[in-house]
């Protein structure tokens, strides 16, 4: 709820927190003011921004998910209270008061008067960063990760086709692919930021970055398709989980994986499937519902949640 009435905030307000100068609510809202706002809080009067978190301050929220991420925001004349349920509802509540602040003619910082209650409405809110044509620098998806926490963005779905190492087979990693380190400290820089760096691989289609190489070349459905690997053959099979290991053991932390199945346009046809079965509709639609069941078992047995 908030009024029609406005406050300035500049820099004479001051920060108040128990969380420590370290905390990534408290480190974004210096960061964010100075960015967004050319503001500096260097304290000098008795208005301040006070920082809390106090789990259930936010109540009849249904889900343990959204409860977590619920804040509150008092904002009156001398103080503005941010109230989080958690570390990274406050957090969020940083993001929305950054969001808040406008710049009227006469160069001031000013704030609506009132009270917010917010809590999302997604558990999981997606986006999806995809690096098949372009690899960016590491600097750009710190930037990126950093825009989508500011927009409350909790988890990005990294396609990574050949812009991997891949340690299992590496001859799959294009030239500069990002490293395993690289991958690792991307994801705790994201975790910071409460954002799942979401691992996505696509298979068992989309693989012509993979069966381009002599060495993949004989598990390809057809031997003029390298688009994707005869569903039948276990072979094909182990190099598609070493990717995904691969993956996983480069997101420590990351409770999803997201195991893409786009596109399965050769389930059935490869002479290994057509050795046991006909080739018909029915059979083609099992083959990918068996494989996205044994994907399910193989992710939930090293503790990842496969979207």
Same mark, same amino acid.
């Given at each position: 709820?908030?009024? /029609?009435?406005?406050?300035?905030? /500049?820099?004479?307000?001051?920060? $108040? ?16 003011? @100075? ?50 349920? $958690? ?8 993001? #929305? ?7 009227? #003619? @006469? ?38 990760? !950093?825009?989508?926490? =500011? =927009? ?10 050949? @812009? ?14 990002? &490293?395993?380190? +690289? ?18 691989? +696509?298979? *068992? ?8 190489? *002599?060495? =993949? ?8 398709? %390298?688009?994707?690997? $005869?569903?039948? %053959? ?17 997101? *420590? ?7 893409? &199945? ?7 046809? #490869? /002479? ?8 018909? !509709?029915?059979?083609? $639609?099992?083959?990918?519902? !068996?494989?996205? %069941? ?14």
């Amino acid at each position: 709820c908030l009024q /029609d009435n406005d406050i300035t905030i /500049d820099c004479f307000w001051s920060v $108040s927190t128990e969380l420590g100068d370290d905390a990534i609510a408290v480190r974004r809202l210096a960061e964010g003011a @100075k960015e967004l706002h050319e503001l500096a809080f260097k304290g000098g009067s008795d208005s301040k921004i006070v920082l809390k978190v106090k789990p259930g301050a936010v109540k009849n929220v249904k889900g343990k998910d959204k409860a977590a991420q619920a804040y509150l925001i008092n904002i009156s004349s001398t103080m503005i209270e941010i109230t989080g349920n $958690s570390e990274q509802g406050l957090f969020y509540g940083v993001q #929305s008061l950054l969001q808040l602040i406008r710049i009227d #003619s @006469k160069g001031r910082c000013r704030l609506p008067v009132g009270t917010i209650t917010d809590w999302p409405a997604l558990a999981l809110r997606f986006v999806h960063w995809d690096t098949k044509h372009h690899q960016s620098r590491m600097e750009t998806l710190k930037r990126y990760i !950093d825009w989508a926490a =500011f =927009f409350k963005v909790n988890a990005i779905g990294f396609e990574m086709e050949d @812009k991997y190492e891949y340690p299992s087979h590496p001859v799959i990693g294009a030239p500069g692919a990002y &490293t395993r380190e +690289q991958m690792i400290e991307l994801t705790s820089y994201a975790l910071e930021r409460y954002i799942e760096l979401v691992p996505q691989v +696509q298979a *068992p289609a989309h693989l012509a970055f993979v069966l381009k190489h *002599p060495e =993949f070349a004989h598990l390809r459905a057809t031997p003029d398709c %390298n688009y994707q690997v $005869s569903m039948c %053959n276990e072979e094909a099979m182990d190099l598609i989980f070493d990717m995904y290991q691969d993956m996983i053991d480069a997101t *420590p932390g990351v409770k999803y994986f997201h195991a893409s &199945t786009d596109e399965v346009y050769y389930a059935g046809w #490869s /002479d290994q499937c057509l050795e046991n079965m006909p080739f018909n !509709d029915e059979n083609r $639609s099992q083959l990918w519902v !068996d494989y996205v %069941n044994r994907v399910h078992s193989w992710l939930a047995e090293r503790g990842r949640t496969m979207l």
